[in-house]
Every structure is written in structure tokens, then in C-alpha cells.
């Protein structure tokens, strides 16, 4: 599979919440029940064990067992919390995760070296791929069967239609 020892970032860690050690967290992922998937993070070069998470304005609030007061909270803003990409829950046909793709070389279906994932959006209608060309141009293509026809851990084709 792809990757798999390379981590995976689900949340930052935004400051402290309260007295008691309770943080904010940014979340990256699909909110905070999924971090409830995971019971240790790393966390640079320590790791922190989840006890609980609760959904908040804009993200998340968590305890750490590792984590007892305001000011030991506080140390941690910016941190991200991270697993292994193996830890991850495996995928059906067709699905993938923004992580497997960021930073896969792309190829047109003409056979054409086009450049590489560099971004993965979603404005509301659906994932759109952002392709960084070799000049430093950059183009969005859609995340659909039409225009990207094939991806896999090698790379990602893209239909030469929608070739920027």
C-alpha cells in the first residue's frame, strides 16, 4: 500500500482550552469522531494518548493523559498530531485518501509527464486535483472518472482534454 510508514497529519494542536490541560485542535480530517479511531498520536517527538474528544467551534476540544495543565497545553500550539498512514482504515474500490495522492507524478493520457499532485481542494462539488507543472505553472483538474481515468501509488494519469 502506499506509503506506509509515512505519517499522516489529522489535527494541529490550536492552544489550550480551560485550566486543565484541554486542547483546541485544527482537524484535517473527517472530524472529531474519527480521531476517536486512534488512541496514541505523535506528537513531534513525544507521543500523546487520547481520553477524550468532543466536536467544538471549528474543530475540536481533546484531553490528553499527557497533558494536565493550561501552561503544558499552551507549549503544544502548532503541534501537529499524527499516525502512521498503515493505521488508517483500509479503503474500498474507487477511494483514497488526499495523503496517498499529494505529491504523485502525473501523466496525460497521451503519454506526456505533466508535473505533479501539489494540492487537493474540495469548494463543495467534489475533490479537485491542483497540478503543479515542471515551469512552475500550476491547473485544477477534477477528481472524476472522466478527467483523472487512472491513479494508483506510481502515479496519477490525467485525460490530455484536460491538460492545461
Known amino acids: 500500500m502506499a506509503r506506509a510508514d509515512r505519517p499522516v497529519t489529522l489535527a494541529a494542536i490550536a492552544g489550550a482550552h480551560g ?42 476540544v481533546a484531553t490528553f493523559a499527557e497533558i494536565t495543565d493550561r501552561s503544558a497545553a499552551e507549549a503544544l500550539r502548532g503541534t501537529l498530531l499524527t499516525v502512521p498512514r498503515s493505521a488508517l482504515p483500509p479503503l474500498a474500490e474507487g477511494e483514497y485518501y488526499h495523503h496517498d495522492l499529494l505529491g504523485l507524478p502525473c501523466v496525460s493520457t497521451d503519454g506526456s509527464a505533466i508535473g505533479e499532485v501539489v494540492a487537493i481542494d474540495n469548494f463543495g462539488a467534489g475533490d479537485i486535483l491542483e497540478i503543479a507543472k515542471p515551469d512552475g505553472k500550476r491547473f485544477m483538474v477534477p477528481m472524476t472518472a472522466q478527467a483523472v481515468p487512472e491513479w494508483n501509488d506510481d502515479g496519477v494519469t490525467i485525460d490530455a482534454a484536460f491538460v492545461e
Not at 484541554?22 to 479511531?37: N, T
Open 19 to 60: 485550566v486543565r490541560g484541554e486542547v483546541r485542535l485544527k482537524l484535517f480530517g473527517e472530524g472529531a469522531e474519527s480521531l476517536r479511531a486512534f488512541s496514541v498520536f505523535e506528537a513531534g517527538t513525544r507521543k500523546l494518548t487520547l481520553q477524550s474528544v468532543r466536536p467544538a467551534n471549528q474543530g475540536a
